[in-house]
C-alpha cells in the first residue's frame, strides 16, 4: 500500500468515527474552561513555563552577547535534558513524602513547593554568573543542570497533579488551560527578558553583565505566582495514600540508592571526556561528519553509563538497603500496568509514537532564536514577533485544539496536528532564502506557532488517556520524558549541523523528522482500544 494511501485511509476512517463528547454543544464546551481545575491548570502552567526560556532562548542570547561560540550555545541546551530523564526519579516523588510539609500540605503540594523555590534558587544562581569570565561557563553549567532538574521535577508533580484533579474527559480543556499559562510563562521569561535585558543597555554590540544578572533575578521572582498557587489550590482526592505503606528508613535507604546512582552516572562522563573527545576527533576524520560522529560517540556513553547504573543497582540489590518490594512498586509496577493493559506490540508502538511525535519541533526549535537572529532581526523585533505574538498564537492553538478535541476526537487532531507540523515547519525555508522579511516572519510565526499549540494540546489529552489513575506521576513522566529525550539529543547538535549543512538544509531535514509520525498514527488507530 502506498504512503498516500495509508493516509487517506487512516483518514477515511477517523471521519466515520463519533462519540458522544464530539456532539458536546460548543457553548458547554467553552464554558468548561471556567471550572476552578482548569483555571488553577493555568497558573501551574505558568509556573512550569517560566523555566524552559531561561534554559533555552534568552539564555542563548545572553551566551551569544557575552560571545560563547555558537556551537557551546546549542550544548547548554542539554540542560534540559531532565526533562527526557525525569520518569527515573519520578518514583521518588510519587513516594516519598517530605516530612512536616506533606502533611500540611498534601503529597502533591508538598513536592509543588519544594520544586518551585529550587527552581527560584537555580534562576537566582545562574544570575550570579557572569559567562564572559574564564572558567564560568563550568559553574553557570551547574546552575543550569540544577534548574532543569528542578523544572523537570515541577513537571512531573503538575502533571501528576492534572491528572488526579479531573476525569479524562477533561484532559483535553485541562491540557490547553495548561499550555495557555505556559506559553504565557514562557512569554515572560522570553520576551520579558529580552526587553528587560535591553532596557537595561545590553546588546550584541555592547555586552552588559549587570544588565542580564537584573533580568535573571526578575524572572526569579516571578515563580512567586507558582508558589502562591499552590499554597491556594486544593489538593487533588487520591484514594491511596503511597507514603504510609513503608518507613522513614526504608525510603531513606530507597533514596540513598538513586542519590548513588546519579553519582556513578556523573563520574562516568566526568572520567570518560578524554576518551570521548578523542574518540569524537577518530570518527569525526573517518567520516568528515561531525555533527553525526559527536551524536554517535555521546549515544554510545549514553548507553554505557546507563549500564553502568543498572550494574550499580543489582550489585546493590545484594545488599541491605535495596528495598526490594519498595522498588518493584515504585519502578516495575506502573511499567509492567502499561504492557499488561495494551499488549506488547501495540504498547511498543504507542513509546515509538510518543518518541517522535515533537520531533520535528524541538529539533528545529533550539536553534531557531539563532537563525533570527543571525538573520538580522533585532532583540526587540525578536521580542515582539517571536516571543509575545508567537506565543500568544500558539494559546489561541491550544484553546482551539483544545475545543477541537473535545468535538472531533483525540486520533483525528493528532493526525491534523502531526500534518501541519511538518506543513509549517517548511516555511522557515522561505525564511531563510528572504532574510530580514518583517511580513514573512509574522507569517511563519503565526503558522508555526498555532499548529504547535493544537498539537500539544492533543497530544497532551492523548498521553493523559494512555496514563492509569494509580500510577499517574510514574507513567507520564515516561511518557513526556520520552517525548523531549531524541528530540533533544539532536537538538543539541543543532548549531553544527547548521554549520555544516546551511540553514535550508537544516530546517528541510527538520521538517521530514516528522513524516513517520503520520504512520504511526494511522497503526495506532486501527486498534480497538483507539478507534473512539
Same mark, same amino acid.
Given at each position: 500500500?502506498?504512503?498516500?494511501?495509508?493516509?487517506?485511509?487512516?483518514?477515511?476512517?477517523?471521519?466515520?468515527?463519533?462519540?458522544?463528547?464530539?456532539?458536546?454543544?460548543?457553548?458547554?464546551?467553552?464554558?468548561?474552561?471556567?471550572?476552578?481545575?482548569?483555571?488553577?491548570?493555568?497558573?501551574?502552567?505558568?509556573?512550569?513555563?517560566?523555566?524552559?526560556?531561561?534554559?533555552?532562548?534568552?539564555?542563548?542570547?545572553?551566551?551569544?552577547?557575552?560571545?560563547?561560540?555558537?556551537?557551546?550555545?546549542?550544548?547548554?541546551?542539554?540542560?534540559?535534558?531532565?526533562?527526557?530523564?525525569?520518569?527515573?526519579?519520578?518514583?521518588?516523588?510519587?513516594?516519598?513524602?517530605?516530612?512536616?510539609?506533606?502533611?500540611?500540605?498534601?503529597?502533591?503540594?508538598?513536592?509543588?513547593?519544594?520544586?518551585?523555590?529550587?527552581?527560584?534558587?537555580?534562576?537566582?544562581?545562574?544570575?550570579?554568573?557572569?559567562?564572559?569570565?574564564?572558567?564560568?561557563?563550568?559553574?553557570?553549567?551547574?546552575?543550569?543542570?540544577?534548574?532543569?532538574?528542578?523544572?523537570?521535577?515541577?513537571?512531573?508533580?503538575?502533571?501528576?497533579?492534572?491528572?488526579?484533579?479531573?476525569?479524562?474527559?477533561?484532559?483535553?480543556?485541562?491540557?490547553?488551560?495548561?499550555?495557555?499559562?505556559?506559553?504565557?510563562?514562557?512569554?515572560?521569561?522570553?520576551?520579558?527578558?529580552?526587553?528587560?535585558?535591553?532596557?537595561?543597555?545590553?546588546?550584541?554590540?555592547?555586552?552588559?553583565?549587570?544588565?542580564?544578572?537584573?533580568?535573571?533575578?526578575?524572572?526569579?521572582?516571578?515563580?512567586?505566582?507558582?508558589?502562591?498557587?499552590?499554597?491556594?489550590?486544593?489538593?487533588?482526592?487520591? @484514594?491511596?495514600?503511597? %507514603?504510609?505503606?513503608? #518507613?522513614?528508613?526504608?525510603?531513606?535507604?530507597? *533514596?540513598?540508592? /538513586? &542519590?548513588? +546512582? =546519579?553519582?556513578?552516572?556523573?563520574?562516568?562522563?566526568?572520567?570518560?571526556?578524554?576518551?570521548?573527545?578523542?574518540?569524537?576527533?577518530?570518527?569525526?576524520?573517518?567520516?568528515?561528519?561531525?555533527?553525526?560522529?559527536?551524536?554517535?560517540?555521546?549515544?554510545?556513553?549514553?548507553?554505557?553509563?546507563?549500564?553502568?547504573?543498572?550494574?550499580?543497582?543489582?550489585?546493590?540489590?545484594?545488599?541491605?538497603?535495596?528495598?526490594?518490594?519498595?522498588?518493584?512498586?515504585?519502578?516495575?509496577?506502573?511499567?509492567?500496568?502499561?504492557?499488561?493493559?495494551?499488549?506488547?506490540?501495540?504498547?511498543?508502538?504507542?513509546?515509538?509514537?510518543?518518541?517522535?511525535?515533537?520531533?520535528?519541533?524541538?529539533?528545529?526549535?533550539?536553534?531557531?532564536?539563532?537563525?533570527?537572529?543571525?538573520?538580522?532581526?533585532?532583540? @526587540?523585533?525578536?521580542? %515582539?514577533?517571536?516571543? #509575545?505574538?508567537?506565543?500568544?498564537?500558539?494559546? *489561541?492553538?491550544? /484553546? &482551539?485544539? +483544545? =475545543?477541537?478535541?473535545?468535538?472531533?476526537?483525540?486520533?483525528?487532531?493528532?493526525?491534523?496536528?502531526?500534518?501541519?507540523?511538518?506543513?509549517?515547519?517548511?516555511?522557515?525555508?522561505?525564511?531563510?532564502?528572504?532574510?530580514?522579511?518583517?511580513?514573512?516572519?509574522?507569517?511563519?510565526?503565526?503558522?508555526?506557532?498555532?499548529?504547535?499549540?493544537?498539537?500539544?494540546?492533543?497530544?497532551?489529552?492523548?498521553?493523559?488517556?494512555?496514563?492509569?489513575?494509580?500510577?499517574?506521576?510514574?507513567?507520564?513522566?515516561?511518557?513526556?520524558?520520552?517525548?523531549?529525550?531524541?528530540?533533544?539529543?539532536?537538538?543539541?547538535?543543532?548549531?553544527?549541523?547548521?554549520?555544516?549543512?546551511?540553514?535550508?538544509?537544516?530546517?528541510?531535514?527538520?521538517?521530514?523528522?516528522?513524516?513517520?509520525?503520520?504512520?504511526?498514527?494511522?497503526?495506532?488507530?486501527?486498534?480497538?482500544?483507539?478507534?473512539?
Amino acid at each position: 500500500m502506498s504512503a498516500f494511501n495509508i493516509i487517506l485511509n487512516g483518514a477515511l476512517i477517523i471521519k466515520t468515527q463519533g462519540s458522544n463528547e464530539q456532539n458536546k454543544d460548543w457553548e458547554a464546551s467553552i464554558k468548561l474552561f471556567f471550572t476552578r481545575p482548569v483555571i488553577t491548570m493555568l497558573f501551574f502552567g505558568f509556573s512550569a513555563g517560566i523555566p524552559l526560556l531561561l534554559i533555552f532562548s534568552s539564555l542563548s542570547l545572553w551566551l551569544g552577547e557575552a560571545g560563547v561560540e555558537r556551537s557551546t550555545v546549542t550544548y547548554f541546551s542539554w540542560a534540559a535534558l531532565a526533562y527526557s530523564f525525569k520518569f527515573l526519579w519520578a518514583p521518588l516523588i510519587d513516594r516519598i513524602p517530605l516530612p512536616g510539609l506533606t502533611r500540611y500540605l498534601g503529597r502533591r503540594r508538598a513536592w509543588l513547593l519544594i520544586s518551585q523555590l529550587a527552581i527560584f534558587s537555580s534562576v537566582v544562581l545562574i544570575a550570579l554568573v557572569n559567562p564572559a569570565q574564564e572558567d564560568a561557563l563550568k559553574f553557570m553549567a551547574l546552575a543550569v543542570v540544577m534548574l532543569g532538574f528542578s523544572a523537570a521535577t515541577q513537571d512531573i508533580v503538575i502533571d501528576a497533579f492534572r491528572i488526579e484533579s479531573a476525569g479524562k474527559e477533561f484532559q483535553a480543556l485541562m491540557s490547553s488551560t495548561y499550555i495557555a499559562g505556559y506559553r504565557i510563562g514562557m512569554i515572560t521569561s522570553g520576551a520579558g527578558a529580552l526587553i528587560v535585558a535591553s532596557y537595561l543597555g545590553s546588546s550584541v554590540a555592547a555586552y552588559n553583565y549587570d544588565a542580564w544578572r537584573m533580568t535573571y533575578f526578575v524572572m526569579a521572582s516571578t515563580m512567586l505566582v507558582g508558589i502562591a498557587t499552590t499554597l491556594l489550590a486544593k489538593e487533588p482526592e487520591n @484514594t491511596t495514600d503511597l %507514603s504510609s505503606n513503608y #518507613t522513614s528508613l526504608q525510603y531513606l535507604k530507597f *533514596l540513598s540508592i /538513586f &542519590v548513588m +546512582g =546519579v553519582m556513578v552516572f556523573v563520574l562516568t562522563y566526568i572520567l570518560s571526556a578524554d576518551l570521548v573527545a578523542g574518540l569524537k576527533g577518530i570518527l569525526t576524520a573517518y567520516t568528515s561528519n561531525s555533527p553525526l560522529s559527536n551524536l554517535t560517540i555521546e549515544g554510545i556513553r549514553l548507553a554505557v553509563g546507563f549500564t553502568l547504573v543498572i550494574g550499580f543497582v543489582k550489585l546493590m540489590a545484594l545488599t541491605p538497603l535495596y528495598e526490594r518490594a519498595l522498588v518493584n512498586e515504585a519502578y516495575v509496577v506502573p511499567v509492567v500496568d502499561f504492557f499488561q493493559r495494551y499488549g506488547l506490540r501495540l504498547a511498543l508502538l504507542l513509546l515509538v509514537f510518543v518518541g517522535f511525535y515533537r520531533i520535528s519541533d524541538i529539533v528545529l526549535g533550539v536553534i531557531s532564536i539563532i537563525f533570527f537572529q543571525d538573520l538580522g532581526f533585532t532583540k @526587540t523585533e525578536i521580542a %515582539s514577533v517571536v516571543k #509575545t505574538f508567537g506565543l500568544l498564537m500558539t494559546i *489561541l492553538g491550544g /484553546f &482551539v485544539g +483544545g =475545543v477541537l478535541t473535545i468535538r472531533f476526537g483525540v486520533i483525528r487532531m493528532l493526525y491534523i496536528g502531526a500534518f501541519l507540523t511538518v506543513a509549517t515547519n517548511l516555511l522557515f525555508l522561505l525564511l531563510a532564502q528572504a532574510g530580514h522579511n518583517m511580513p514573512l516572519l509574522y507569517l511563519v510565526i503565526s503558522a508555526d506557532n498555532l499548529s504547535a499549540g493544537l498539537a500539544s494540546a492533543a497530544f497532551i489529552a492523548f498521553l493523559s488517556r494512555l496514563t492509569n489513575i494509580s500510577f499517574t506521576a510514574v507513567q507520564y513522566a515516561i511518557f513526556s520524558s520520552l517525548m523531549t529525550l531524541l528530540p533533544k539529543m539532536i537538538g543539541g547538535y543543532s548549531g553544527s549541523m547548521v554549520d555544516n549543512l546551511g540553514y535550508s538544509n537544516f530546517f528541510l531535514l527538520a521538517s521530514l523528522m516528522g513524516v513517520p509520525v503520520l504512520f504511526l498514527i494511522y497503526f495506532i488507530q486501527r486498534h480497538a482500544a483507539f478507534k473512539r
